[in-house]
């Protein structure tokens, strides 16, 4: 709940440029997510009550522009359209957050990881991660989880379920979002060109990690021997090798590799015909 104390609090917070702090309460009632017009908003909430009333749903509101803009919704009226991708928003504060994806921009970031976002509701969803609680566990392997979309997501991967298929290549992918993504190498929405080797990118964050492996920068360490690693997920797999978990079983005996990449050499070892490897080693 948005309360005086939380918002004081949130506009004590350092600002990352003059329109946007850290922040993760949002008023559905007001388009903004700055903490000094939040503090406003509510005040005015609280000082008279909301005379325009929507006649569809009936909600109300304070101003008649707000009831404006939310009878939209209703008519499905979209005035605001990107010049990039020509997908169109009832708002057009909503168009401004929609371009923080063409153009990279994330203007949120997180005190404890550093990881920044493009919307403050965003970064509030992220922030459940650092929370000790994990409520959420996985029937099969046990993992457990702080959101439940997050589990939900994790149990594709004992199912291999793929539902998003792609209408051009028919290649199919566990996530909508790995598809609107891959969907962008049909449309040519590449807008991130790497200057070395002239690699098209669809995402700006996908252009950063990509020039690490030009200009050698490793970010990540391994707390363990301090080898490093340009991306996360190189680290994550790295990280296999210091424990005792073999996720990569193989079918023939009962030698379980470390690394996927250990798979197919002591597969071949085993001298198994290719169509009864695992499907997840066949797609490399």
Known sequence: MLTGNSIMYCASLPHLNPFNVVCGFICEDTPTDECNALKDHV????????????????????????????????????????????????????????????????????????????????????????TVEKPFACEVCGKEFSRSSDLKMHMIIHTEEKPFGCHICAKNFSRSSSLKEHMKKHTGEGQFECKICSKQFTRNHALTTHMRIHNGEKLFVCNICTKRFSRRSTLKVHMLTHSDEKPFECEADTKQPSLKQNMKPHIGDNLLEPEIWPKHFLAD
């Open 43 to 130: 005040e005015k909430v609280n000082a008279a009550e909301k005379r325009f009333v929507c006649e569809i749903c009936t909600k109300q509101f304070l101003h008649k522009s707000h009831l404006k803009v939310h009878q939209m919704r209703h008519t499905g009226e979209k005035p605001f359209e990107c010049a990039i991708c020509t997908k169109k928003f009832t708002r057009k504060q909503d168009l401004t957050r929609h371009l923080r994806i063409h153009n990279g921009e994330k203007p949120y970031l997180c005190n404890i990881c550093t990881k920044q976002f493009s919307q403050s509701a965003h970064l509030k969803d992220h922030m459940v991660v650092h």
